[in-house]
């Protein structure tokens, strides 16, 4: 398959605890991207993280890469109802023809109990 | 900007029919992306545009499948024959850079009876 893999494919909290998605990959990468989608929408970029790069914070959200494993996690701290939504890593990276190749992950489900 | 826009929103079709689902990118981007949605085999890319130049249309399913961008504010995604195997969610999405934020459109929910 070319699709990442994420787990856990569902994960139930309660809001004001931390929230942490895994992705693994398959190819040599250039960048990492994650993306939430609620119900019935399309998705919506939160971070970008690039190959070079080991960690990345935005706001409640810290992003770690580690190349070696091909691996990346997405941590949302002091989560609320709203961050209800799927979590997808996007990879890209060229293949041996040069051409460009976006792969997106199957998608973590995440449920903040109120 | 009003995002990409996709249309219609939904669309429900009977096997062996013509299904065009229409995109509008953001204005300035040069990448288009249209993508498939379903549970069992998750977000795939099906083909993308840079310039209205197909680059990469390897995710395509099969012949029955084809898309076009006659020019910079406009794309389809054509299903002719449609089957029931094709219902899913499709996206369009485009960009202004090779790698970055892609801006998702609200996507057209396809169903084949």
């Known amino acids: 398959s070319q699709q990442g893999e994420e787990d856990p494919q569902a994960l139930s909290i309660q809001e004001g605890e931390n929230a942490t998605m895994n992705c693994s990959y398959k190819?040599?990468?250039?960048?990492l991207q994650w993306y939430r989608q609620n119900s019935g929408r399309g998705l919506v970029h939160l971070i970008l993280?690039?190959?070079?790069?080991r960690e990345k914070h935005s706001g409640r959200l810290r992003v770690t890469l580690d190349t070696s494993k091909k691996s990346s996690s997405l941590l949302i701290t002091a989560s609320r109802a709203a961050d209800t939504a799927s979590y997808f890593c996007a990879t890209d990276g060229r293949d041996t023809s040069g051409t460009y190749k976006y792969i997106f992950g199957t998608g973590t489900r995440l449920k903040v109990l109120a | 900007d009003a995002g990409v826009i996709q249309s219609p929103r939904h669309e429900v079709t009977e096997m062996g029919q013509e299904v065009t689902l229409r995109c509008k990118p953001i204005?300035?981007?040069?990448?288009l992306f249209w993508y498939r949605q379903t549970m069992m085999r998750g977000l795939e890319l099906l083909i993308y545009?840079?310039?209205?130049?197909?680059?990469?249309d390897s995710g395509m399913p099969e012949d029955r499948f084809s898309a076009k961008m006659p020019n910079a504010s406009f794309s389809t995604l054509k299903i002719q024959p449609s089957e029931p195997r094709d219902s899913a969610v499709y996206f369009c999405?485009?960009?202004?850079?090779?790698?970055?934020?892609?801006?998702f459109g609200p996507g057209t929910r396809l169903t084949v009876t």
């Open positions: 190819t040599s990468i250039n960048n």
């Open positions: 204005s300035g981007h040069d990448y």
């Open positions: 999405a485009s960009t202004d850079r090779v790698v970055g934020e892609q801006y």
């Open positions: 545009f840079n310039n209205n130049v197909p680059i990469d």
């Open positions: 993280i690039r190959s070079n790069e």
